[in-house]
């Protein structure tokens, strides 16, 4: 059974900083496309942030400049940097691995920033 392994949410202050993990096995993240979505209450969930097995990355305009999407390979683990956080950055924030059709979630971990 495929995991994603989420950690790093919490409670934090307009223009302040999160790190989240997402770790997962190595037939996931040498093979998969890793990414970071986020759901606000009473929205679709959006891409935020992907990264390839080979390391070429892509985030979204809205967070352009302010996260980072990062691969640690020693530990399968896959990063989002969060800094100068606003309060529309607020939602449950999922590890997504894809490949092609195959789609697996992680079980979301709660970002609240406050103004």
């Known amino acids: 059974q495929v995991q994603l392994v989420e950690s790093g949410g919490g409670f934090v202050q307009a223009g302040g900083s999160l790190r989240l993990s997402c770790a997962t096995s190595g037939s996931i993240f040498n093979y998969y496309n890793m990414a970071w979505y986020r759901q606000a209450p009473g929205e679709k969930r959006e891409l935020v942030a992907l990264i390839r097995p080979d390391g070429t990355a892509n985030v979204e305009d809205s967070v352009k400049g302010r996260f980072t999407i990062s691969r640690h390979n020693a530990n399968n683990t896959v990063i989002l940097q969060m800094t100068s956080l606003k309060v529309d950055d607020t939602g449950v924030y999922f590890c997504?691995?894809?490949?092609?059709?195959?789609?697996?979630w992680g079980q979301g971990t709660q970002v609240t920033v406050s103004s």
């Open positions: 997504n691995a894809n490949r092609g059709v195959v789609d697996f």
